[in-house]
């Protein structure tokens, strides 16, 4: 099975930082590595699709990359609406999906 | 637009069953993969199965043999039958559609709480 891990587990930023959240397989999982966001009560929310593709809608200060083991999930200037718990997800071993253990984002 | 809106969440004992509707509005759900992803509370998110247009199904080895995942497609619905639950399998559950191999429209979640 591929396992998922990311770090930081949880992190504190102020709005306007930079901010970048890794994760890390198991296995070589090529490029097959997703990003959701999820706040408090609410359903996870897709940000970025095969390690680099920007779901329609999502802002531009959200950007995805690596391949291989290694993947970053990038947001360029933190907003107040950004502080969530973001997820990565790999898909390469369809069918079954496995999630990383997630990051929080806090002030 | 697209809608998921899932349903049948309760509390029930250890050993009970129970089964979770998901409602779909906005793409037809026998044409897509329909995943279900659980979330214990405090805890992240659990892929626990999906079912494939062609109708093939696949689990978590966490669930398997316990929970089956179906569709009624004049209903345009998707279920998941739960079977001899546990204390572990308290969570909220949501369905979600597949595409490009990533979850990208889910549901808001429905709470299933096994306690005696």
């Known amino acids: 099975d591929i396992q998922m891990t990311q770090s930081p587990s949880s992190l504190s930023a102020s709005v306007g930082d930079r901010v970048t959240i890794t994760c890390r397989a198991s296995q070589s999982i090529s490029s097959y590595l997703n990003w959701y966001q999820q706040k408090p009560g609410k359903a996870p929310k897709l940000l970025v699709y095969?390690?680099?593709n920007l779901q329609t809608g999502v802002p531009s200060r959200f950007s995805g990359s690596g391949s291989g083991t290694e993947f970053t999930l990038t947001i360029s200037s933190l907003q107040p609406e950004d502080f969530a718990t973001y997820y990565c997800q790999q898909s390469f071993g369809t069918p079954i999906f496995t999630f990383g253990p997630g990051t929080k984002v806090d002030i | 637009e697209v809608q998921l809106v899932e349903s049948g969440g309760d509390l029930v004992q250890p050993g009970g069953s129970l089964r979770l509707s998901c409602a779909v509005s906005g793409f037809t759900v026998s044409s897509n993969y329909m995943n279900w992803v659980r979330q214990a509370p405090g805890k992240g998110l659990e892929w626990v199965s999906v079912i494939h247009s062609g109708g093939s199904t696949y689990y978590a080895d966490s669930v398997k043999g316990r929970f089956t995942s179906s569709r009624d497609n004049s209903k345009n619905t998707l279920y998941l039958q739960m079977n001899s639950l546990r204390a572990e399998d308290t969570a909220v559950y949501y369905c979600a559609r597949e595409t490009k191999n990533s979850l990208d429209y889910w549901g808001q979640g429905a709470l299933v709480t096994v306690s005696s």
């Open positions: 095969v390690a680099s």
